[in-house]
């Protein structure tokens, strides 16, 4: 049996070296000379496209915004289906959370964590951050909430429905905005050719639709992070689950 | 219409069935309905449409994210929108509408599926292949209160994450040695990367696309979601997704592998070879018809990739060819089969006697689905085989042409089995008879597409439809300058 | 394609069907199998009269499926011996068509390129049991139901026979060696068999040996003389399996050595096995024996193989004689005492049906070949005729139906027990084990890297 | 520079896919896919690299930005792999529940 376990491993070693060794013959070590192709565009088009100062934003919301559609949609399909998974289960109080100064300090700190998600969120398109971001961080919150208050606080207040509902107005609101590039720009999540105004390069309204894009990504990443995690306590606190199978 | 709605309406449907269910509870079934609908229609008004180019956000091609509608994308649109239809019907009817997540999930797949037919940038392409790949998990694992559903969409999710990976390394390499992600692009200046990094690139995404649509050393997963799978969603699996990851690899092998000589169609032949073997030699020892429905599914896709591997017209369009026949009869054989089932309460073969008298047409449906896949004349099953046939003698791979001759024995062998239990004497009659109406509609519908594409090669617009394909695709330089115009 | 060949292979598919679906009719588990026989007639037709080898293929693999339902009724595994030899069959044919097919044109019936060549003979040997692709024969033969039998080795056989026809337009040496196999494994087991139906069975491989003996002589005289044996056998062999399924049906064994002095409870069976055997004996006079005398002419040129097939003819002399003698005529060890089942009118009708068109058969070929060549040979061959009579009577010892011999049957189930270990070993490699999977993934993911290496 | 910023990446990816390999433990093997991601995403990233540049954020102080296509990937690429993971993890929960055990070795219900 360890002779076996051994010659595992000694396999599992060789099998990882020579698909390394061939990644590694496969890499072109100089990089492209100077910046080209698409990047170059970005770089050099983004102040006049788009009137965000954050490329990288400006490429993940408006030049390939879609690919940023179908990130989002990763993480909705993720959480609609950890949902589904762990469904149709009532859970129960299981704690009473910590100590009522964790408590009290905790009520404190939240309205400024939510200010610090927030201000990630709408300014992503000034400075490094974005939806993702700032609704990862926002998702904290129930997390926090769930360790310190004990697990049943949140669902108590904030029923899963509002999380549900807020998650997919994201979704519908990033596909709206879409749309109506479609409509009037003539292509699909077109941005400034489609009317949505430029403003001033690093003011708080500019990037046309770059800011509300954001916004949207942050709802939609927000909530369902936050239903994810409950989803996944709802399971580890049911005791109804039957017993392994024979197999 | 613009190619982006194809995408957009399953979406929108994914979106807003939760707003239904908050707000509107009773609606529910009557929107998911709606948007099936909606996004079929959509779907098909775009393969309708014809030969087409869209840039999101209105860029040049180069710097946004193309849609690209042409002939093979078109013939992968119809046959999604008819898988997915097909399903979604048959699901509507055995699981009701209660469980609104899994429609969600459906649509989500759905656009996904769309998105990478009709995505011509290649990150683009593995981003649609992950919401498919999440939604395709978590399909097979539904319903969650059965073990083996957990485990094949574990087993599932692994191997998939294993094939996304590879994929990325793939787009990885390619960007790192062009800088550019657009296909049209990238087919130009791909073949003036160093060959090293060639070959990883291109070992990399045929090895995840292996992966991704079952091809043998990536087909652990299938058999065991195929059957782990409720009913409806063996159907979609076996019918469509299988077919996607393969619409993918037709594309690519053609746009950007095709410059990298022959050897990459020689790697199609040879692993589409094994495949075709493991497979039926698999399915040959089942006892679960779902299994051997699901081993059959992995030699039929061992089938498709000889005939993309062949590397010419004429395996283009067989290719395209038997990817229909497969996905009108194995969706048939999996809801035929999924209703038989239930009537026994077992997969079991040997506890299937005698169900010819059960249910007369069901059973009839089903030998006409399986001499249409093991390929019994004048079926279509044997008309796109021939055509594969004859696209393998072109370009002399003997071997491919015997093994797709040789299962073709096999399976005829195999498929007899459930035939002749079904005839055969009943052991007892099966407690309840549970009418399905709308089961049984699709499962003659399927039955008549099966019909009609068996006359394919004698119908002239369906006939040069599918050459066209062929033709089409074959061509990449057409495609290049189609989209960098 | 109308030629002789074909018009006469189309009027004895309906000679041969006719009879057989009478046969059957009662016996008939359901309407459905009353159908079969004429779908068989259906297909056989399209196979005979196909323009190319592609619509030749589909519907001899449509007629092998009708039948294969029709052996299934009775016995499930020969069944299935019986399908996977004849679409092994059928896929060599299918395959050897598509790369005949390569120009585009599909290939017309008839001479291949020389390169394909072994693979038609391969595709179709399997259908005209050709020595070594064979084994499905006998056994098929003796389990399936008499009306098949008589469909099987009257006419499906013949269908592969047909093929090769059209395929050999010069002498072929390879094939003629085959044949002369054939005919004398034929003649040597078939006396030996208790089978009844088997003992018939191997009697039809040794009349197919002299059919493509005369066939691999690749002349029109030889094929001429193929056709009429084909005739004169498949007449012959339908109406003695219709005599031995009766045999069964009226004392419920097939086995020789317990069959009863039928001739007594049944002299009109005993009649009608007699017309029959005696033609196929090759009589003179009789079509069998016309037939015989063709096949001899066509091959003046190769002495060894005349003689070979001289001596198979007596062999199968010595069957027949064997089963009428322990089928008809001796007392037996018959244990039962009840009296033997009457038999159907239909079953009647139809062996009459058949004894009339060997009859008719007979003078037809009487008088197209003339006087002269019917009495050409007619001393040599009652000689043989008698002279195989009188060794079976001589040499009882070697014929009693008490004993079995070693059979291509015995062969199957340890070349099945072969097959299946490999097959159980790939599905040992499905062991539900994640990383065993996994590492096999990667491994393959490293084949895929090394083929496209630079 | 470069080659040690690709060598590390793709060692990180060996001892992912080591990791996957050798270890029975479910979540090692979940670990070892994410490692294998990141060993994916630092190749990915390594590729905007440009000597002496500055971030891409208007207006570019002190000279040429880096890539920021790559980044963009690369933030998708985390989102997608996060998911992946999230996902996983459930199910091994629920393996877990049905199984009791968390050996890769036993959970081998579907064979054949």
Known sequence: MRVHRNLQRLGALGLSLALGWWLWQGVTISPFQGITGPAARYIHGTARDTGAANVVAAILFDYRGFDTLGEASVIYTTVCGVALLFAKRRYRRSSHGLSFIVKRGMALLVPFILLYASSIIVMGHLSPGGGFQGGAVMATVTVLFCVIYGSSFEAARVSPKVKETIESSGALLFTAIGLIGLVTGGAFLTNSAAGFPRGMMGHLVSGGTIPLLNIAVGMKVGAGLSTLFYSMVKILEDPTESSPPEV | ?485 | MTDPISTTLTALAAVMTVPAALYGWNAARSRLYRLLPWLFLLFAWQAITAPNWLVFVVFLELSSLTLFFFVLSKDRETAFLYLYSQLAGGACLLLGTALAARGGALPAVGAVPPGLFPLFVIGLGFKAALPGLHFWLPPTHSKAPAEASALLSGYAVKMGVFGLMRLVEAPSPALMAAGVVMAALGALQAPLQRDAKRLLAYSTLSQLGFIVASVATGTEEGRKAALLLIVAHALAKGLLFLTAGSLEEAYDTRDLGRLGPAARDYPLLFGLFLVASLSLAGLPFTVGGLAKGAVKAALADHALTQAVLSAAGMGTTMALAKMASFGFLSSGQRKGTGRPRPLPPLAWLSMALFAAALVMASFAALKTAGAEVATKNVLVDSLLLIGAVILFVRLPRIFRPDRTTPDVADLLAPAGRMLTIPLSRLRRLHSGHLTFYLALFFGATLVVLYLLRP | MLPISYGTAIVVFCIGLYTILSKRNLFKTVIGLSLMEGGVLMLITSSGYVPGGVPALLPFAGGEPVNPLPHSFTLTAIVIGAADVALALAFIIKIHRRYGTVDIDKIRGLRG
């Open chain 2, 1 to 485: 219409m613009n190619p982006v709605l194809a995408i957009v309406a399953p979406f929108l449907a994914a979106f807003t069935i939760p707003l239904f269910f908050v707000f509107r509870k009773k609606w529910v079934g009557t929107a998911v309905i709606l948007f099936g609908v909606l996004s079929a229609l959509t779907a098909l008004f775009v393969a309708a449409g014809g030969e087409a180019v869209t840039v999101m956000g209105g860029w040049q091609p180069e710097v946004g994210i193309a849609l690209v509608v042409d002939s093979l994308t078109t013939a992968f649109l119809i046959l999604a929108s008819l898988g997915f239809s097909a399903s979604l019907s048959a699901a509507a009817e055995t699981f009701g509408y209660g469980p609104w997540r899994f429609y969600v999930l459906f649509f989500l797949s759905w656009a996904a599926t769309n998105g990478i037919i009709l995505t011509g940038d290649l990150f683009n392409l593995f981003v649609f292949f992950e919401i498919f790949s999440v939604a395709a998990y978590l399909v097979v694992a539904y319903p969650p209160r059965s073990w083996q559903a957990i485990e094949a969409g574990f087993k599932y999710l692994i191997f998939g994450t294993v094939g996304a990976l590879f994929l990325l390394i793939g787009i990885a390499y390619a960007f790192m040695a062009t800088g550019q992600l657009n296909m049209a692009i990238l087919a130009r200046v791909l073949p003036r990367a160093p060959e090293a990094t060639l070959s990883v690139v291109i070992g990399c995404l045929v090895v995840g696309l292996f992966i991704k649509s079952g091809t043998v050393p990536g087909h652990f997963w299938l058999p065991d979601a195929h059957s782990s799978a409720q009913t409806p969603v063996s159907a979609l699996l076996s019918g469509v997704f299988v077919k996607v990851s393969l619409y993918a690899l037709i594309r690519l092998a053609f746009l950007l592998f095709g410059s990298a000589d022959d050897r990459v169609f020689f790697v199609l032949l040879l692993f589409g070879t094994v495949t075709l073997c493991l497979g039926h030699l698999m399915a040959f020892q089942q006892e679960d018809i779902k299994r051997l429905l699901a081993y059959s599914t992995v030699a039929q896709v061992g089938t498709i990739v000889i005939a993309i591997g062949c590397a010419s017209s004429g395996g283009v369009t067989a290719a395209v060819y038997h990817a229909f026949n497969h996905m009108a009869a194995k969706m048939g054989l999996f809801l035929v089969s999924g209703v038989l089932a239930e009537d026994r309460a077992s997969r079991d073969i040997a506890q299937m006697g005698g169900l010819f008298r059960h249910r007369p047409l069901f059973v009839l449906a089903f030998c006409l689905f399986a001499a249409s896949i093991a390929g019994i004349p004048p079926l279509n099953g044997f008309m796109s085989k021939w055509f594969l046939l004859v696209a393998a003698a072109e370009r002399g791979a003997l071997i491919p042409a015997a093994a797709v001759v040789a299962g073709t024995v096999l399976s005829a062998a195999y498929y007899l089995r459930p035939i002749t239990a079904f005839f055969g004497p009943a052991e007892t009659e099966p407690p309840h008879h549970r009418p399905h109406p709308v089961t049984g509609a699709i499962v003659a519908l399927l039955a008549l597409l099966c019909l009609v594409l068996a006359l394919a090669p004698y119908i002239g617009p369906l006939k040069e439809g599918l050459l066209a394909v062929g033709r089409d695709t074959v061509n990449g330089a057409r495609y290049i300058e189609r989209v960098l115009r």
